[in-house]
């Protein structure tokens, strides 16, 4: 089956470091998305992708950066970690169109 | 800025009863809405999918849209003490790839 997997599901790292998140999908979507969710915030968009080469900012792209080589693969990058980055990442992909988003398992990120 | 409102709950409903779940939004384009269930410390899992204004049943669930009055609903029948979860409201513009707009989400706890 098809699927989206994310990695690592936890992570615990300091301020100033540079960390990456991956996500993994069989799907064979065009479109891939970065969500963090936070307590109070809901679901907020990072960044978003419609194919390979491509790369957008979302709502909240600052002090993050990601990178689409292919299209199974959308790695999330904090350059520089902040406190303020500490949350739950999820990854999603989908069609295109009004096709659903489909999310991975996400990754708990703490950052000391 | 695009908004998505849902009453944060926690919506108590006893067993077998129907869970009436609603969302506004903000954005007259909107094109796509969705609800997405999500249990504590899960990921998002798409529920129902509407793009008409009306009704759209699936099994257990029906989700009503009113674009004139920018309202969408999720109604949930002969709940199930399984079906406590917070469901996410989100919308997608007419078009493209840009990611959802999700609201905060709606707590609901279904009372043996």
């Known amino acids: 089956d098809a699927e989206i997997t994310q990695s690592p599901r936890h992570k615990i790292t300091e301020t100033g470091r540079q960390v990456t998140l991956a996500c993994h999908q069989t799907w064979n979507h065009n479109n891939m998305f970065w969500y963090r969710q936070d307590l109070g915030h809901g679901l907020r968009l990072i960044h978003y992708?419609?194919?390979?080469?491509?790369?957008n900012k979302g709502e909240v792209s600052d002090g993050y950066s990601v990178s689409r080589s292919n299209t199974e693969d959308l790695p999330l990058t904090l350059e520089s970690a902040a406190s303020s980055q500490t949350s739950v990442y999820f990854c999603?992909?989908?069609?295109?169109?009004?096709?659903?988003?489909?999310f991975g398992d996400g990754t708990r990120l703490s950052i000391l | 800025q695009k908004e998505v409102e849902q009453n944060s709950g926690p919506l108590s409903v006893p067993e077998g009863a129907i869970a009436s779940l609603n969302c506004t939004y903000s954005?007259?384009?909107?094109?796509?809405f969705f609800w997405y269930r999500q249990y504590s410390g899960k990921s998002p899992e798409l529920i129902m999918s509407i793009y008409s204004n009306g009704d759209k049943e699936d099994g257990r669930f029906t989700a009503q849209l009113n674009k004139a009055s920018q309202y969408v609903s999720l109604l949930i029948r002969d709940s199930q003490p399984s079906d406590s979860a917070t469901y996410l409201c989100a919308v997608k513009d007419r078009g493209g790839a840009d990611g959802l707009t999700f609201g905060k989400g709606t707590h609901l706890i279904i009372q043996p």
């Open positions: 992708s419609y194919g390979v080469q491509d790369t």
């Open positions: 954005d007259r384009v909107s094109q796509s």
């Open positions: 999603a992909s989908s069609a295109g169109g009004n096709q659903p988003q489909h």
